[in-house]
């Protein structure tokens, strides 16, 4: 096949749909704007740079989050394989030392033969060309404006933030302690405990302290999957203590009993030697994090390597500008893949670039496109974005009510999303073989 495929973005979606499309034999030009400009979060040039968590969330298949991973992994999934490859202990979720996985994605997609990378920012869409965008959230303003010339929508936009990362050996080991996290795994979570008098401090000095400022109606648009720290804890003064600082499971061993409330950190590195605080996204100014953070119990002389930071993301209106397999209703040569869809988290971008590759493929070779089965995660993430024009579209994770239900009633949530899982991987695997779609 002599045919080629821009792919915009080497983030998540872009590295994800490059690899698929040069696996299946078409020559990919790779643009990525990086370093030549980059954006207010990332900090790197590397590809797949993970900008807030290093988590991947929930692993087993009781979870949505988890039966994606394992969908991806039976399409070959270059993400889960160097996830997979690069994790670090986290009890019951799967997360990755973030520097060596942006390593192995760059290093696999940038010498690929069938790759070539060109560093330069993305302006202008060739209509003629077949296009992948994966700009992500943080897609530049010249891009951005070209998008919407092309859609004829308004972008809609919220809020995203990212959480502190944090030096271990600055950490007080005669307060913080390793356990696991709401009691399910290994002792994977570094977790300094709050007492109810601590938890009250912290709690007004988060609400007196300074934020950076969100002009205008943007002030209400941060998506609530990734809502700051100091957001939380205006809800109400218990709120953080049954959301982020929940202590199910926790007993203190240096005092022997549970505590008010509990700050968790996980491991960011394979060394472990850099924690980042669970549940802290926060657009603090600097100052005013390491002043507030540093109140609670065994963070009082913490190093933070990184504050958390706050920055707008953007995304289509998919349901109105998008068809299920990923491409423009207008114009079927041009895709979209990533975050700038309307999907939110890690693997749920990754997942749409895979999607949107096989679909351009598929195009490529004169067939129809793939629309996953409604019993897969593949397939709810895909009709989510497809929904009906009239709703208030908004972002989201991938998460069972997406996924078409069970014929019948299953007593017990965990044995109900076990049973979506056991019958959606069966399901897949059927369409994999119908369809040929496995890389060899």
């Given at each position: 096949m002599t045919e080629?495929?821009?792919?915009?973005?080497?983030?998540?979606?872009?590295?994800?749909?490059?690899?698929?499309?040069?696996?299946?034999?078409?020559?990919?030009?790779?643009?990525?704007?990086?370093?030549?400009?980059t954006t207010p979060a990332h900090v790197t040039d590397k590809f797949a740079e993970l900008v807030c968590s290093n988590s991947f969330r929930a692993a087993g298949l009781e979870n949505a989050v988890g039966l994606l991973k394992e969908e991806m992994r039976r399409l070959n999934s270059l993400i889960m394989e160097t996830a997979d490859k690069t994790q670090v202990p986290a009890g019951g979720a799967l997360a990755v030392d973030r520097q060596e996985f942006s390593r192995e994605i760059t290093e696999k997609v940038s010498s690929h033969p069938r790759i070539t990378l060109i560093r330069e920012e993305f302006t202008r869409i060739p209509l003629q060309e077949n296009v992948i965008i994966a700009s992500?959230?943080?897609?530049?303003?010249?891009?951005?404006?070209?998008?919407?010339?092309?859609?004829?929508?308004?972008a809609l936009s919220f809020f995203d933030a990212a959480a502190p990362i944090v030096e271990l050996e600055s950490i007080d080991m005669n307060k913080a302690f390793w356990a696991s996290r709401y009691n399910k795994g290994?002792?994977?979570?570094?977790?300094?405990?709050?007492?109810?008098?601590?938890?009250?401090?912290?709690?007004?000095?988060?609400?007196?302290?300074?934020?950076?400022?969100?002009?205008?109606?943007?002030?209400?648009?941060v998506f609530e999957g990734c809502m700051p720290i100091e957001i939380i804890a205006q809800r109400g003064y218990m709120t953080m203590a049954f959301g982020p600082l929940k202590p199910v499971g926790i007993v203190n061993p240096h005092t022997g009993?549970?505590?008010?409330?509990?700050?968790?950190l996980r491991k960011e590195n394979i060394a472990g030697t850099l924690l980042n605080m669970v549940g802290f996204q926060t657009h603090l100014k600097w100052g005013e994090q390491k002043k507030v953070f540093r109140l609670i119990p065994g963070l009082e002389k913490a190093e933070f390597v990184r504050y958390g930071v706050m920055h707008?993301?953007?995304?289509?209106?998919?349901?109105?500008?998008?068809?299920?397999?990923?491409?423009?209703?207008?114009?079927?040569?041009?895709f979209f893949a990533g975050q700038i869809t309307g999907v939110e988290g890690y693997l749920e971008s990754a997942a749409s670039g895979l999607l949107a590759a096989i679909n351009m493929w598929r195009?490529?070779?004169?067939?129809?496109?793939?629309?996953?089965?409604?019993?897969?995660?593949?397939?709810?993430?895909?009709?989510?974005?497809?929904?009906?024009?009239?709703?208030?579209?908004?972002?989201?994770?991938?998460?069972?009510?997406?996924?078409?239900?069970?014929?019948?009633?299953?007593?017990?949530k965990?044995?109900?999303?076990?049973?979506?899982?056991?019958?959606?991987?069966?399901?897949?695997?059927?369409?994999?073989?119908?369809?040929?779609?496995?890389c060899t």
């Open positions: 080629k495929v821009i792919v915009v973005g080497a983030g998540l979606a872009g590295s994800e749909a490059a690899w698929q499309l040069a696996e299946r034999g078409i020559a990919v030009e790779l643009y990525e704007m990086r370093p030549l400009k992500g959230p943080l897609t530049s303003d010249s891009l951005a404006g070209e998008i919407l010339r092309l859609t004829g929508e308004e290994e002792a994977d979570y570094l977790n300094c405990p709050l007492n109810e008098e601590e938890y009250k401090l912290f709690y007004e000095a988060l609400l007196q302290a300074e934020t950076v400022e969100i002009k205008g109606f943007e002030k209400d648009l009993k549970a505590p008010f409330a509990v700050v968790q707008k993301n953007i995304f289509l209106n998919a349901p109105k500008v998008l068809q299920a397999d990923f491409s423009l209703r207008q114009n079927s040569n041009i195009r490529l070779n004169g067939q129809n496109s793939l629309i996953f089965p409604e019993e897969t995660a593949l397939g709810g993430l895909a009709r989510h974005l497809a929904g009906s024009p009239s709703f208030d579209f908004q972002p989201m994770n991938i998460n069972f009510g997406l996924i078409s239900p069970l014929p019948r009633k299953v007593r017990g965990r044995e109900r999303n076990l049973q979506i899982s056991a019958r959606a991987l069966s399901a897949l695997e059927d369409f994999i073989t119908q369809n040929g779609l496995r």
